[in-house]
């Protein structure tokens, strides 16, 4: 019988990018009856600190991470807020 997934568990980790002072939340989610990853879809395969892409297998997600403040929230840039000499 097939597994419908209904046990789902997420982990995330957070890795700091020691020189550039920069930080990325990696996230991956396996069904916990069948041990089947799940496959990020929508996103491209890469590095991006400033965007979410994702592992060349599609399990891991990674997505740009930054302490509140230091850059516009997407309220602010819709606000047209900007904020200068960013890195
Ligand atoms: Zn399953």
Redesign the pocket.
């Given at each position: 019988m097939a597994?419908k997934?209904e046990d789902l568990k997420a982990t995330v980790g957070v890795t700091r990018i020691e020189n550039k002072g920069r930080f990325m939340a990696e996230i991956s989610i396996v069904?916990m009856?069948?041990g089947?990853p799940m496959q990020f879809m929508g996103l491209e395969p890469g590095l991006n600190y400033d965007g979410a892409t994702v592992s060349l297998d599609g399990l891991e997600a990674r997505i740009g991470i930054h302490p509140r403040g230091e850059r516009p929230n997407p309220l602010q840039k819709l606000a047209g807020y900007s904020i200068r000499n960013h890195n």
């Open positions: 597994c997934h069904c009856q069948c089947v």
